[in-house]
């Protein structure tokens, strides 16, 4: 039972313009969303998070929306730079840790 | 320098063998937790622990063990009972375990032949 879900397991962006990483999740329960980036080989590094009690978050190129009607979450990345090739995870937080989506590859490309 | 470190970066064994991963941090976190990735499955929960001495099963915990006797260290041995054990293993840690990210380590990528 997959409880978070990210549909596109890959998605290309042109630089300079706007990346938009979709997830969807099961339970209305779940209080607290974190989006992760990871390149090959390594941890992954926490991006930004959200609390059901707001809509929407946002720190510097990235923003997360949050829509608990529709149990859907999205990255907003603009402008979309070159650093920014990576898989992203979505996941929620809860007492037995974070449970994450299977990842979408974000390519830029030049 | 505070972090989370997992060694070593690459391993090797044998089938059969049991094998003990390390994971140490100074952050003074007291949640700790153990995922595997396997291409195109995103990050799946071994085992965490919030609290030395106690740890809770994940969702893959079957053929794995844990221990947590001090704070900073949650080393994860991958027995000979884990069906397949080759996989990129990371550790994390957290301040709590709800409502705080998790902070990872470089991971360790385990080949079993």
């Known amino acids: 039972d997959q409880q978070v879900k990210q549909n596109s397991p890959s998605l290309s962006v042109q630089e300079g313009r706007i990346s938009i990483l979709n997830c969807d999740y099961t339970n209305s329960m779940f209080d607290y969303f974190l989006w992760y980036k990871k390149y090959p080989a390594e941890g992954p590094t926490f991006l930004i998070s959200i609390s059901s009690i707001k809509d929407k978050n946002e720190d510097g190129r990235f923003t997360v929306f949050l829509n608990k009607s529709a149990k859907h979450l999205s990255l907003h990345i603009v402008p979309s730079q070159p650093g920014d090739s990576a898989v992203y995870f979505c996941?929620?937080?809860?007492?037995?840790?974070?449970?994450f989506g299977k990842g979408t590859h974000l390519i830029i490309q030049p | 320098d505070g972090g989370i470190t997992q060694s070593p970066k690459y391993l090797f064994r044998k089938e059969g063998q049991n094998v003990t991963l390390s994971c140490e941090q100074n952050l003074n976190h007291d949640a700790m937790y153990w995922y595997r990735q396997d291409p195109g499955q995103g990050l799946r929960l071994i085992y965490y622990s919030q609290i030395v001495n106690d740890f809770q099963k994940g969702d893959i915990a079957e053929g794995y063990s844990v221990s947590r006797e001090k704070k900073e260290s949650f080393p994860l041995t991958v027995t000979s009972a884990q069906k397949n054990p080759t996989a990129f293993y990371l550790c994390a840690s957290s301040p709590r375990t709800v409502g705080y990210e998790a902070f990872f380590g470089q991971g360790t990528r385990l080949t079993v032949v």
């Open positions: 996941a929620r937080g809860g007492a037995d840790g974070l449970t």
